[in-house]
């Protein structure tokens, strides 16, 4: 399974005792885990979460065009917002 981590960089001391907790599983091979530590300097920050959303299954894949033009299709991209909708329901987030 590949995990793509979203956090708040003020929640980063709980995305390292995350790694703790999962480094097990990882060793096993049973679990990668990215997160945008990992960008390299110079790299497009929203083209490198975007392609590691993809590279999850979170994310409507891109159709490339031409040189670095990309699309998607319009009822992925609906039926991606319905279901971050219908998730966003049922999920109850802390009071900040």
Same mark, same amino acid.
């Given at each position: ?6 956090? *708040? ?5 709980? @995305?390292? +005792?995350?790694?703790?907790? @999962?480094?097990? @599983?990882?060793?096993? !091979? +049973? ?10 300097? !110079? ?9 590691? @959303?993809?590279?999850? !299954? ?8 031409? !040189? ?5 299709? $319009? *009822?992925?991209?609906?039926?991606? $917002? ?15």
């Amino acid at each position: 399974m590949r995990a793509f981590i979203s956090y *708040s960089h003020r929640d980063a001391d709980a @995305l390292d +005792r995350l790694h703790v907790h @999962l480094a097990n @599983l990882q060793r096993e !091979g +049973r679990i990668e885990t990215w997160y945008d530590r990992e960008i390299l300097a !110079g790299e497009a920050l929203d083209d490198e979460i975007c392609e590691e @959303l993809e590279a999850a !299954g979170r994310f409507p894949r891109r159709i490339r065009m031409a !040189g670095t033009t990309v699309a998607w299709f $319009l *009822s992925e991209i609906e039926d991606w $917002l319905a279901e971050r909708a219908a998730e966003r329901a049922r999920t109850h987030y802390a009071d900040y």
